[in-house]
């Protein structure tokens, strides 16, 4: 068996003993899957409003909540890691004759099919909420492209998060961090309705501009905020995948 091939075996086979942990915690699933929901049914229809949203609110509101769903899921991610560093697993598993970086790969895969059921389970109840994409088919798979290539984006931050953290109790730290900066995003309100200093932080936000976009292709307008939504999301794939595979190469020194 060639290396490549190798590689691929082994991270198929790291995929599906993450595909087999859903079975074991259904639970865990389902509350991943519904709790986006919750926030949408609350900034909906309980918060509600949009200052400065022209039109329906929904339009407005699905696409942010769709941004913010992708970043949110990052303390899942790092959930997921430091419980493996601390039982043992990874150790285990690199003592064993598997491609490096399998481990990784498998975790990452794993997260992304997660995290596009939940893309698809939140459209599914914006659709029954009155939200309509207008784009195309075309235009609706860019949306849901560059969606998760910004959830990959913050998958590879979680993973390097979770190997400088080490631990579990850590990830509260993260998760204090990461609602200032998901909500300080055009996800729910225009930046033109906030303080000029404000607007202008939320406007620079990599979630604003995955936002827009996405609400440019939903909407069948013209899509120049694209180049912004796919270079910020590479650019932190660059600096932090790199890291990642670093810090989880020195795991054994």
């Known amino acids: 068996m060639s290396m490549s091939a190798h590689a691929l075996t082994d991270s198929w086979t790291m995929t599906r003993r993450e595909l087999a942990h859903w079975g074991r915690q259904p639970v865990q699933v389902v509350v991943n899957l519904v709790f986006p929901v919750m926030l949408l049914l609350m900034f909906g229809y309980l918060v509600g409003g949009g200052r400065g949203v022209h039109g329906s609110y929904i339009d407005y509101l699905l696409p942010g909540m769709l941004a913010l769903t992708m970043a949110f899921g990052l303390e899942g991610t790092m959930i997921a890691v430091t419980q493996d560093l601390n039982k043992g697993v990874v150790d285990r598993f690199r003592s064993m004759p598997m491609a490096n970086g399998a481990v990784l790969v498998g975790r990452s895969a794993a997260d992304m099919l997660q995290s596009a059921l939940a893309l698809f389970v939140l459209m599914g109840v914006g659709y029954a909420l009155g939200w309509r994409a207008d784009g195309g088919p075309g235009a609706f798979l860019g949306a849901v492209g560059l969606l998760l290539l910004f959830r990959f984006a913050m998958l590879w931050i979680g993973i390097h998060l979770a190997l400088v953290a ?37 406007e620079w936000n990599p979630m604003s501009q995955t936002a827009t976009a996405v609400r440019d292709l939903f909407g069948g307008t013209a899509a120049e905020t694209v180049a912004a939504a796919v270079i910020w999301p590479l650019v932190l794939l660059a600096v932090f995948f790199p890291l990642a595979v670093r810090r989880f190469a020195r795991l054994s020194r």
Request: aromatic share 8%; charged share 5%.
């Open 166 to 202: 080490g631990k579990p109790e850590m990830v509260q730290a993260v998760q204090i961090l990461v609602w200032p900066v998901g909500f300080l995003s055009n996800a729910l309100a225009l930046p033109g309705s906030m303080p000029g200093w404000l607007g202008t932080v939320v």
